[in-house]
């Protein structure tokens, strides 16, 4: 009977249309998603582009030490030879000192400060890199998006389709001399049915 054929037709179109949807939203999902060891390295990329290298410290301090201790060798060098000559406690003395600590202050001042500038850059160069993190993963999952989307529409149907099964199977069976009597097709002018005097198709005969 083309009701029952209709009525199937609609179940296999709806459970074909939620099988694609299913795909679709899954292939979405996997395209977002993000591993351990990537949010590791999205977290630490963040870290570093606030705060910089984590052995910042440690480097700086490697690189002070030198001056350092050459400021106190020199200063001592300097307070002894004064001691030997009798102006350890002068004014020349003193003055030796101060200028060999301000010479030493100096070279930490400027130091420090290129250690700062290098942190700095090293801050942008982890914000770009995540940055292009970001990107590639947007595009990732824009490309992925479409190519599910098309899938989709590919692979389902609308009401529009079902309608028009139906008025394929009408167009066919009028041109074949059919009509619907509202339950079936059947032919007119047939006489093995002795109320409408028609003879009853089936959809075998289709």
């Not at 009701?3 to 996997?30: E, P």
């Not at 030490?65 to 406690?89: C, D, F, W, Y």
């Not at 942190?119 to 990732?140: G, M, V, W």
Request: net charge positive.
């Amino acid at each position: 009977m083309i009701g029952i054929s209709l009525l199937g037709s609609a179940f296999s179109m709806i459970s074909n249309n939620r099988k694609a949807s299913k795909m679709r939203s899954q292939a979405i999902k996997d395209a977002k998603y993000q591993s351990p060891e990537e949010l590791a390295y999205v977290e630490k990329l963040q870290k570093r582009s606030v705060y910089g290298n984590e052995n910042l410290q440690q480097q700086k301090n490697l690189a002070l030490q030198p001056i350092r201790s050459m400021g106190q060798q020199t200063k001592q060098q300097a307070v002894g030879q004064a001691i030997r000559q009798g102006l350890e406690n002068s004014v020349i003395a003193s003055d030796i000192r101060a200028r060999l600590d301000a010479k030493t202050q100096s070279q930490l001042s400027q130091v420090s400060e290129k250690i700062a500038l290098m942190n700095e850059q090293y801050k942008q160069q982890q914000e770009q890199s995540l940055d292009k993190y970001h990107l590639s993963r947007a595009d990732r999952i824009r490309n992925i998006t479409g190519q599910a989307n098309q899938s989709f529409h590919q692979n389902t149907s609308s009401g529009w389709d079902l309608a028009g099964s139906l008025l394929n199977q009408f167009g066919s069976a009028t041109m074949k001399g059919k009509y619907w009597d509202g339950n079936q097709f059947v032919l007119g002018g047939g006489t093995d049915d002795p109320d409408t005097k028609r003879t009853t198709i089936d959809d075998d005969d289709f």
